[in-house]
């Protein structure tokens, strides 16, 4: 079993910045895809970035592009997601997600889940 725990969320002003974080435990795995989706109120959950753990390759949905950055540091078992430019439509539950091997955009892919951490941008 793996666990996943994020951690990070909170409140920020419309061009601030967040970083959430996830700390995995239990089973790891070198060659997990791990990956950041979000829901907001009334909307499906949607992907956001993801980041292999063994090659750091990166992949983001075109509408945090050039504004959030996935990253992890694989000897403290933890993945980060740094927000900048933060607008008020960020404003989400922000999961964290494991699977085997390669980043999908599909939440349904993924086979271990975080709690959430609630992400509010004022505008």
């Known amino acids: 079993q793996v666990q996943l725990v994020e951690s990070g969320g909170g409140l920020a002003q419309a061009g601030g910045s967040l970083r959430l974080s996830c700390a995995t435990s239990?089973?790891?795995?070198?060659?997990?895809?791990m990956a950041w989706f979000r829901q907001g109120p009334g909307k499906e959950r949607e992907f956001v970035a993801g980041i292999s753990l063994s090659s750091g390759i990166t992949t983001y949905a075109d509408s945090v592009k050039g504004r959030f950055t996935a990253s992890r540091d694989n000897a403290k078992n933890t993945v980060y997601l740094q927000m900048n430019s933060l607008k008020h439509e960020d404003t989400a539950v922000y999961y964290c997600?494991?699977?085997?091997?390669?980043?999908?955009?599909?939440?349904?892919?993924?086979?271990?889940w975080g709690q959430g951490t609630q992400v509010t941008v004022s505008s």
């Open positions: 239990g089973r790891t795995f070198r060659n997990a895809a």
């Open positions: 997600a494991a699977r085997s091997y390669i980043v999908m955009v599909a939440a349904g892919a993924y086979d271990y």
